[in-house]
């Protein structure tokens, strides 16, 4: 048994119509959200046991030490890592990678780093990146907030993509939302000049709320005139097709840094 991550995923099981995470709502969850309010940082997913199939399980304990990078309080060489001075772009929360991976593929000429905390997801991407035999794509099984603070350095990003983050729709749980301020200082902080935040989601009212968030943070500017139209070279993700299937529409933000 793997002690592992939950997030948005197990709710599509659920019985809810409502994308919710699982723990949301909960007694336990709230208990909790308090504590965590006086310990530390309220996280945008909550720690669960996750399961993990035969294949994940090799492939995460014979190609993580080659294609995972531990956290470390310590700035990342992106040069050392990739062998190149290629752009760099990091996707926050891939869940299970298969977008990922397809985009990697897609341009050997760009380096891609994949944080997400969700073991099973990790192990996944892993045996596509062998499968495949990428060799622009590393991944970062941690907190992505904690990551970027701690090792990412300041102006040295070319894109983030936070394709269908978990939505917590509930108002309370809403300082879980990954797109909210002050935190997008910290991705405009990160962006060099010219670099994109790229934002996808199948509930709209996130994207409305994100789409506020980001027009009042510093030194980001929206491309578009409010939502941002699809772009073309984006691949379609496991939660895409979730949301598609539950009739719910698809709404974009893209912003630069300036
Ligand atoms: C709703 S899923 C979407 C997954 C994928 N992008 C897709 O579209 O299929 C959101 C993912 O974000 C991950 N996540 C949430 N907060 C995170 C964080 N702070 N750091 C890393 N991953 C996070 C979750 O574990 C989960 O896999």
Not at 32 to 53: D, H, N, P, W
Request: aromatic share 12%.
């Amino acid at each position: 048994m793997n002690i592992n991550f939950e997030s948005f995923e197990e709710n599509a099981a659920s019985e809810s119509s409502e994308p919710v995470p699982l723990s949301c709502g909960t007694e336990e969850d709230e208990n909790e959200s308090a504590l965590e309010g006086l310990k530390r940082e309220i996280k945008t997913y909550v720690l669960r046991i996750g399961r993990m199939t035969a294949a994940q399980e090799k492939a995460y304990a014979e190609l993580s030490p080659r294609w995972c990078i531990p956290f470390e309080k310590k700035q990342l060489n992106f040069v050392d890592i990739f062998g190149n001075t290629n752009p760099v772009i990091i996707e926050i929360g891939f869940g299970m990678g298969d977008a990922t991976a397809d985009l990697a593929e897609a341009n050997p000429d760009i380096n891609y780093l994949g944080i997400e905390v969700h073991r099973p997801g990790v192990g996944k991407l892993l045996n596509e990146i062998q499968k495949r035999e990428l060799k622009n794509l590393f991944i970062i099984e941690y907190d992505a907030v904690e990551v970027l603070r701690e090792m990412i350095g300041d102006n040295t990003v070319n894109g983030f993509h936070i394709f269908f983050p978990d939505p917590w729709p509930k108002k309370r749980h809403h300082k879980r939302r990954m797109v909210q301020r002050p935190r997008t200082n910290l991705f405009a902080q990160k962006l060099s000049k010219g670099g994109y935040l790229y934002f996808v989601t199948d509930w709209l009212e996130y994207a409305e709320f994100a789409l506020e968030e980001l027009n009042e943070t510093k030194s980001l500017k929206n491309k578009y005139d409010g939502f941002a139209l699809p772009q073309k070279w984006r691949k379609q993700t496991k939660f895409e097709r979730k949301g598609i299937a539950a009739d719910r529409p698809i709404t974009e933000l893209f912003f630069e840094k300036i």
